[in-house]
């Protein structure tokens, strides 16, 4: 596999600044969104969500990636946007995830469901070593497992 077919992941955090009584209403638009326009563009990853961080990794052929990444970065419902790591790797971690929603406290993943303008968690799903490994990477970024 050279450097050009492998995989690519991109991690970035970001400040958010929705609001708290917009959040649910906010997040069911961004998961509802990010999942259709991933699936269709070939890009996987997560999403880890605070009140005040945004940790998404996103994985897959470099420049849909980057271009994803350069959309993202413009949206106004944050801001303080920082790449975390920028790099080809052996293998997607998060093949089966257009779009996972992540726990700050460890869980890593919950499976959401958008409805009605909400998000309902489904049941977790089990996680790689390698998964984890990105995961931890994720929170660690924001001090997630120790908020």
Do not use: C
């Not at 609001?19 to 699936?39: H, M």
């Not at 700050?104 to 309902?120: E, N, S, V, Y």
């Amino acid at each position: 596999m050279t450097e050009e077919t492998r995989p690519f992941r991109l991690i970035y955090r970001s400040r958010s600044r929705i609001a708290a009584e917009e959040r649910s209403t906010a997040l069911a638009d961004i998961f509802g969104v990010a999942r259709s326009n991933n699936k269709q563009a070939g890009v996987t990853g997560a999403l880890l969500v605070t009140d005040n961080w945004f940790v998404q990794a996103l994985e897959g052929d470099e420049p849909t990636v980057r271009r994803l990444y350069e959309q993202i970065r413009d949206d106004a419902r944050h801001d303080e946007v920082t790449v975390i790591e920028s790099t080809a790797v052996d293998e997607r971690v998060f093949s089966r995830w257009a779009m996972a929603e992540v726990s700050k406290l460890g869980r890593a993943d919950i499976p959401l469901h958008a409805t009605d303008g909400r998000i309902h968690p489904a049941a977790e799903r089990p996680v790689t070593r390698e998964q984890f490994a990105v995961l931890k990477t994720m929170r660690d970024t924001i001090g997630a497992d120790s908020l």
